[in-house]
């Protein structure tokens, strides 16, 4: 099933949400760059394994493709891991090998919260959730699986969502990275976002008609203040009406760009990034050469990815023509050949 990419996260941070215990974080993310460093990074195994175990508890789902130095590539969503590799990234075979993985808490990764077992306490909930899919586990499990690939340090490629966590990661660990890559980075490295209102650009794409039935979607979609009376099964429905309305306004996602939505996956990048952050100053931290793709056709503007270039000391940003927001699936040629252009010739 074809699903939403990046939009979601910029529809539900767009809006206000419901409940009072909420006034907090609506205004202050719970991530602070630095938390992944604190956390516990050892991993529990070494090598190639069918899943790689990034702690104790969680199992890491992946696939690659090539062969050659290892890239690991950070899908976005939040919370939706590809389910076929980039056409554009298998262009890079030959010389490299892809390893994608699916983030815990969505695909066949371990799901901590699919057994609903939720305290009484919605600010304890929202801890937990936070503190066990957030932003600095994600950042923590980059850098366990780079122990586990055995790379002194890593070639990253992050798209969409996954832009900004590669980002994160490289302001955490930059003595980690070798290169960075950004494909289509998300609109959320300074939030609220001074390039314009996302959610009333895909709706501005609507029929009439369909702009009614979004409404009432959002409405319910955007209510985080009931979040922990649903079931997963309740919020993987409500969240599988999006696509409907997000291909009338973009156009269809690319086959293979969407796999298996994690829904507690998606909320906690919510809780982390909050309503009010600045992390500029923060990637700056890492200064090794970055390539930005900006899809021509982007639904984001070119002043996204400029906005992550500014902030990094060695970035440049290159336009992929007649590409929207997944270049390396729908623009491989071209896309290959900038790629390659940075990994091997730079």
């Known amino acids: 099933m074809k699903l939403l990419v990046f939009c979601i996260l910029a529809l539900v941070l767009l809006a206000a949400a419901g409940g009072g215990f909420l006034f907090w974080m609506k205004q202050q993310p719970l991530y602070k760059p630095g938390q992944a460093v604190e956390l516990i990074l050892e991993p529990a195994v070494a090598g190639d394994q069918p899943m790689w175990r990034v702690s104790e508890d969680v199992e890491i789902n992946h696939f690659s493709t090539g062969s050659g130095r290892n890239i690991l590539y ?4 939040p919370g939706i891991p590809p389910s076929l590799s980039a056409p554009a990234l298998d262009g890079l ?3 490299f090998r892809v390893n994608y993985y699916d983030q815990r808490g969505t695909g066949k ?13 919605a600010w304890q909930n929202i801890q937990e959730l936070e503190g066990t899919l957030g932003i600095a586990q994600q950042i923590a499990d980059i850098e366990r699986i780079r122990r586990i690939l055995g790379e002194e340090t890593l070639i990253l490629v992050g798209h969409s969502y996954g832009g900004l966590l590669a980002s994160l990661y ?7 990275v070798e290169k960075l890559v950004l494909i289509a980075p998300a609109d959320l490295l300074l939030f609220p976002s001074p390039h314009g209102d996302l959610f009333a650009s895909i709706r501005s794409g609507l029929s009439a008609r369909d702009r ?8 319910e979609y955007l209510d985080l203040g009931t979040i922990f009376e649903k079931s997963t099964g309740e919020l993987e429905t409500l969240d599988s009406k999006f696509p409907r309305f997000f291909e009338q306004a973009m156009g269809d996602l690319p086959e293979g760009s969407g796999g298996d939505v ?35 056709n982007d639904l984001q503007t070119i002043e996204v990815s400029k906005m992550y270039a500014d902030a990094l000391p060695d970035a ?27 990994l091997v010739r730079n």
């Open 262 to 296: 994690g829904v507690w996956h998606a909320r906690a990048q919510y809780f982390s990034l909050g309503q009010r952050h600045d992390w500029r100053g923060a990637i700056s931290a890492y200064n090794g050469p970055t390539l930005i793709l900006h899809g021509e």
């Open 93 to 95: 075979g030959e010389r």
């Open 212 to 219: 009614t039935a979004f409404d009432r979607w959002a409405d």
């Open 170 to 176: 490289s302001a955490e660990f930059p003595d980690r």
């Open 109 to 121: 990764s371990t799901r901590p919260f699919d057994n609903e077992a939720w305290s009484s306490g």
């Open 316 to 342: 440049r940003v290159e336009t992929i023509t007649g590409a929207g927001h997944f270049p390396h699936y729908t623009q491989p040629d071209q896309t290959t050949s900038v790629l390659l252009d940075f």
């Open 74 to 77: 950070v899908h976005g969503g």
